[in-house]
């Protein structure tokens, strides 16, 4: 069974990550709490199931014109909303949570609550430490972890990225360096929704596609991201990766597992944050968000 575990796990953990990275990415540049971040997971995932189910449309393909519209759409409401009410923390969280709503919504009148489901991209199965293991489940742990490989190198090793990490620093020593702010904020928010859209889209096949998908992701993205450390890339991917195989265990170890995974992992949330309120990488975000 550890083998299992293992793999099923890190599987989780990537997708978590996903989420949990591009949500902190945002926090520590822009200082955005932005609660409809798993909303464009979802939306993600429908854009897959009405190209390639619907209109039979090449996964990748569909996957590319998806990135595009969800990147345009992550832009209008940066401009539109997120700009203007940054400055205010209560307004943003309203914001956002109108936000995730409106887009839930309008997934429930296009899709109605029907549960549906999407074709794998890649099918049939291998064998990996002596586990069966399905190739779509492969699929999505190479491609989240390219992502968050890309998102890492994009921080550390261009200009841009440095910009956003300086800005991350201190946003008025960035300004007076001549640092567009308003401009990094928005690549911030382009680069979490970007990742938070792949994941989507290629975790689609494994899940039924609904309106109200957003809402657990959202739940576990936001724990994975305290028990980190509010802002820190590196808490966020460690503890979306603890949460991950605390979920797997708890299905694979306790009777009835899939129903009491969520409230398990979040007592492993509370322990921790109760032993160390700051989170794992508390002191270090203090000192270094990015």
């Known amino acids: 069974m550890f083998p299992i575990i293992l793999i099923k796990g890190a599987m989780t953990g990537a997708v978590y990550a996903s989420l949990a990275v591009g949500f902190s990415l945002v926090f ?5 709490i932005n609660l409809a971040h798993t909303a464009f ?5 429908f854009a897959i199931y009405a190209m390639v189910m619907i209109y039979h449309w090449p996964p990748l393909a569909a996957v590319g ?9 992550a832009i209008a409401v940066y401009l539109l909303f997120l700009d203007r009410v940054r400055e205010n923390e209560g307004a943003v969280i309203l914001v956002t949570v109108a936000l995730a709503i409106i887009f839930q919504e309008t997934m429930l009148l296009l899709f109605e609550s029907t549960f549906r489901a999407v074709d794998p991209f890649v099918r ?3 064998q990996l430490f002596g586990v069966t ?4 489940e492969l699929l999505i742990f190479g491609v989240t972890v390219a992502c968050l490989i890309a998102v890492l190198l994009f921080l550390y090793k261009t200009r841009l990225g440095l910009s956003l990490r300086v800005t991350a620093q201190d946003r008025e020593t960035a300004n007076l360096m001549g640092i567009n702010v308003k401009w990094v904020c928005l690549v911030s928010v382009v680069v979490a929704v970007a990742l938070a859209a792949v994941a989507g889209a290629v975790v689609s096949p494994t899940l039924t596609v609904e309106p109200y998908m957003w809402s657990h992701p959202l739940v576990m993205m936001f724990a994975a991201v305290i028990l980190g450390g509010l802002g820190s890339l590196k808490g ?3 503890g979306a990766f603890i949460l991950g195989y605390t979920e797997v265990l708890v299905v694979f170890l306790v009777p009835a597992g899939s129903f009491i995974k969520g409230p398990v992992a979040m007592l ?7 032993v160390r309120p700051e989170g794992l990488f508390g ?7 990015l």
Do not use: N, W, Y
Request: glycine content about 6%.
């Open 236 to 238: 966020s991917f460690i």
């Open 28 to 32: 520590g540049v822009a200082r955005i």
């Open 124 to 126: 049939g199965t291998t």
């Open 41 to 45: 997971f979802m939306l993600a995932a």
């Open 268 to 274: 492993i949330m509370v322990i921790i944050l109760l």
């Open 283 to 289: 002191v270090a975000f203090e000192e270094e968000r």
């Open 133 to 136: 293991v399905l190739r779509q």
């Open 65 to 73: 014109v998806m990135l595009i519209g969800i990147s345009f759409l």
